[in-house]
C-alpha cells in the first residue's frame, strides 16, 4: 500500500463550480499535510497547510482533515480555467521527511 | 528574494559522464532537500540536509552524492550518470529545523536531465 494516495484524474469540473480533491495517508504518527499545485512543466507551488483536525480556510481554498480517517482533501470553489493543474499532496511524518502523492490532474473547462 | 535557484535548467549527459546540480536559497532555511519527479512515480526524496553541516538519505539515494556547502547552498552529485537517473530534479527548503511539525517546503525551477 501506498503511503499517500490520490487519484490520478483527470477530475474534470465546469468554471464556477467546486473541485474537491481527496487524500489518504497510511502513516497514523503522519502530523502536518500540505497541498501543493503544479502546473505542466513547472515546480510544485505550496497553496495550503494544515495540522489540526477541521478545515481552514484560504481565499477560495479550503483544506479539510480528518486524522482518524486518515484523510486530507482540498475544495477549490469557484474554479477557473487557470486552477487546471496538477494538485500533489504531502504529509510530514515528523522525520523532517515530506512524503509525496501522485497527484491529482485537474481540469476545468470555461 | 530570489526563493530557490537551481543550475543549469536543463542537461543531457551521456552514460558515465559525472555532473552536479547546484542549489541556493536566500531565505536563511535551515533544510534542504533533493528530488527526483517522474512520470507515475511522483515526488521522490534522494538527500536531504536538516542543517548545515548535517546530510541524509532519503528514498532513492543511490547513484548520488550531496554537499551542504553553507546554509545557503546544497548540491547534488551525479559521479557516473545512467539513464535511469534522466528526471526533473527539484531543490527545496524549508525554516524547519529537525522534525519539526510544520515542514512547509519551497521548490526551486527545477533542472531536466536526461542521460543517453
Known amino acids: 500500500q501506498k503511503e499517500v494516495e490520490q487519484n490520478s484524474g483527470p477530475l474534470s469540473v465546469p468554471e464556477g463550480a467546486i473541485a474537491s480533491l481527496n487524500c489518504t495517508y497510511s502513516?497514523?504518527?503522519?502530523?502536518?499535510f500540505f497541498w501543493y499545485r503544479q502546473y505542466s512543466g513547472k515546480s510544485p507551488e505550496l497553496i495550503m497547510s494544515i495540522y489540526s483536525n477541521g478545515d481552514k480556510e484560504d481565499g477560495r481554498f479550503t483544506a479539510q482533515l480528518n486524522k482518524a480517517s486518515q484523510y486530507v482533501s482540498l475544495l477549490i470553489r469557484d474554479s477557473q480555467p487557470s486552477d487546471s493543474a496538477t494538485y500533489l499532496c504531502a504529509v510530514n511524518t515528523g522525520f523532517q521527511k515530506l512524503v509525496f502523492g501522485t497527484g491529482t490532474r485537474l481540469l476545468v473547462s470555461p | 528574494n530570489a526563493g530557490v535557484t537551481q543550475t543549469p535548467k536543463f542537461q543531457v549527459l551521456k552514460t558515465g559522464q559525472s555532473m552536479t546540480l547546484q542549489c541556493a536559497q536566500d531565505m536563511n532555511h535551515n533544510s534542504m532537500y533533493w528530488y527526483r519527479q517522474d512520470p507515475g512515480m511522483g515526488l521522490r526524496l534522494i538527500y536531504y540536509s536538516a542543517s548545515e553541516g548535517t546530510t541524509d538519505k532519503g528514498e532513492v539515494p543511490n547513484g548520488y552524492n550531496v554537499s551542504r556547502l553553507n546554509k545557503r547552498e546544497f548540491s547534488l552529485r551525479l559521479e557516473s550518470a545512467a539513464p535511469s537517473q534522466t528526471s526533473v530534479y527539484f531543490c527545496a527548503s524549508s525554516e524547519a529545523e529537525d522534525r519539526a511539525l510544520l515542514n512547509e517546503q519551497f521548490f526551486g525551477p527545477g533542472t531536466r536531465l536526461t542521460v543517453l
Open positions: 502513516d497514523r504518527v503522519s502530523q502536518s
